[in-house]
Antibody, heavy 118, light 107 residues
Framework: EVQLVESGGGLVKPGGSLRLSCTAS????????MNWVRQAPGKGLEWVSF????????HYADSVKGRFTISRDNAENTLNLQMDNLRAEDTAVYYC???????????WGQGTLVTVSS | DIQMTQSPSSLSASVGDRVTITCRAS??????LAWFQQRPGKAPKSLIY???SLQSGVPSRFSGSGSGTDFTLTISSLQPEDFATYYC?????????FGPGTKVDIK
């Protein structure tokens, strides 16, 4: 069974940093691309970032480009999202999601809440 | 960026009803279109990929169609567990944009 478990969320002040992790199990993590997707309170889903299975290709939403860094450790089955210079509008539940084929999401984690507030 | 729109933004329906949700892309995305279901307080669930292919374990009352810019998600006979918000997403170009969602609630 595919399992994705996010961790690292919490309360941080504007301008601060946070590192999210997603631990994968039940599948060959190194063979799959991964996404981060977020959802602000009461709002819709927003795609944040993509990383290819090898880590060779990476993409970001314009809203986080230059502030967030996606990475992965295939030996540890872990996906990461380093979030710097956080803003109030980054407040959201952050989901990691497995990608199949050329880009479709087939599995989601349960999410971790990030709150940016002074 | 490709903009995604959905209609309606919300609808009320009864158990057993046939429900259709429309998703439109601002430019062609071939069949690189997915649908997701999200119940309140829960993580999204993947329903359909490649516009019409059902994810494993998804009931056959869900179906998807379309190509290019216009897509539909159909629930053939609405069940109590189907009351939720539904999102489409294109993955033809980065950023992989989502539609704003369609909330399906009980009439």
């Amino acid at each position: 069974e595919v399992q994705l478990v996010e961790s690292g969320g919490g309360l941080v002040k504007p301008g601060g940093s946070l590192r999210l992790s997603c631990t994968a199990s039940g599948f060959s993590f190194r063979s799959y691309a991964m996404n981060w997707v977020r959802q602000a309170p009461g709002k819709g889903l927003e795609w944040v970032s993509f990383i290819f299975s090898s880590g060779a290709y990476i993409h970001y939403a314009d809203s986080v480009k230059g502030r967030f860094t996606i990475s992965r450790d295939n030996a540890e089955n872990t996906l990461n999202l380093q979030m710097d210079n956080l803003r109030a509008e980054d407040t959201a539940v952050y989901y990691c999601a497995r990608v199949i084929g050329v880009g479709a999401i087939d599995s989601w984690g349960q999410g971790t809440l990030v709150t940016v507030s002074s | 960026d490709i903009q995604m729109t959905q209609s309606p933004s919300s609808l009320s329906a009864s158990v057993g009803d046939r429900v259709t949700i429309t998703c439109r892309a601002s430019q062609g995305v071939a069949n690189y279109l997915a649908w997701f279901q999200q119940r309140p307080g829960k993580a999204p669930k993947s329903l359909i990929y490649a516009a019409s292919s059902l994810q494993s374990g998804v009931p056959s009352r869900f179906s998807g169609s379309g190509s290019g810019t216009d897509f539909t998600l159909t629930i053939s006979s609405l069940q109590p567990e189907d009351f939720a918000t539904y999102y489409c997403q294109q993955y033809h170009n980065f950023p992989h944009t989502f539609g704003p969602g369609t909330k399906v609630d009980i009439k």
